[in-house]
């Protein structure tokens, strides 16, 4: 049997793992990135290395793509002297990873249609951990074709895999998630804040939330407050995790997609300008439950 080939493009935090997967499930994978530590580690971690983007994508089955936002998206597959779609097979489908906004999503997937070929957008969560382990969550836009053919890679980077609906659906669902996790977290700050500032105790307190109405993913699994849970990047000084810098930049996707529909995000505004005067304040690379240290009136 033929082996499926596919190009990744992208090989930097959560690039770099998930193409190490494809290559350890026995995928012919050929990855390009424009930083050459990162071909060297996508090299050790099995995968062939191609010294451009096009040598990557000529004949592959798969294209997929993982990087920081949408002008990279766009100049890769529809700009440039040699854009993508122009050497990419007919057959192959595109799954671009990366969190970018929906429009571009909608328009790179047009103009690969023009083609024939299949683009989805197929952003992520679950982070760098969830790249590693191969247990991302994969929220796909497109159409149910594709979005089947999709699912033989996304199966082996991932654990759950949504098809959102059509093209840009999977970059809506995915800023709705994050604008509405982030909301949960300040809210989550500002109320143990306020019981510790009252002489609670953090953990007594987050214990009681968590079985009552007020019981979140926060506090299940992510509680902001140094010390009450033993793994969360609260207790290690809020390294590692989900940086404040990404989720601001989801927020401003977020608000973005508001504009557009005029769709009243109050909540989601507020939760941005809380994240952007803690960013301010130069905690733009701690997890984004360092919001606690807002609240609590503590420098960086
Ligand atoms: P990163 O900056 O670590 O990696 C991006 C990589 O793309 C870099 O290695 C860069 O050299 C490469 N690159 C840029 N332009 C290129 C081009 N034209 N050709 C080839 N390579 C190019 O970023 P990341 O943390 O891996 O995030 C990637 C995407 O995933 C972003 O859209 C981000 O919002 C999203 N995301 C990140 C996380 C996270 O926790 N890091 C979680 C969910 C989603």
Known sequence: MKMTTVAF????????????????AGFNVRAFDLSEEALETAKSNGCEVAFSAQEAATGADYVISMLPAGKHVRGLYVEGDTPLFEVIKKSALVIDCSTI????ARSVAAEGEKLGIG?????????????QAGTLTFIVGGSEAQFEQARLVLDVMG????HAGDHGAGQVAKVCNNMLLSILMAGTCEAINMGVKNGLDPAV??????????GNWALNV???YPGVMENAPASKDYQGGFQVDLMIKDLGLAMDVSQQSASAVPMGSAARSLFTLHKAKGNGKL????????YQDKEG
């Open 287 to 294: 997890d984004f439950s360092s919001l606690m240290q807002f």
């Open 159 to 162: 654990k759950n895999i949504f």
């Open 119 to 131: 683009f989805v957008d197929a952003p992520v969560s679950g982070g760098v951990g969830g790249a």
């Open 205 to 214: 307190l987050s214990e009681i939330m968590k079985q009552s109405s007020g």
């Open 9 to 24: 493009i992208g090989l930097g935090n959560m690039g770099g793992p998930m193409a190490a997967n494809l290559a350890k």
């Open 222 to 224: 992510y509680n902001p």
């Open 101 to 104: 906004d929906a429009d571009t």
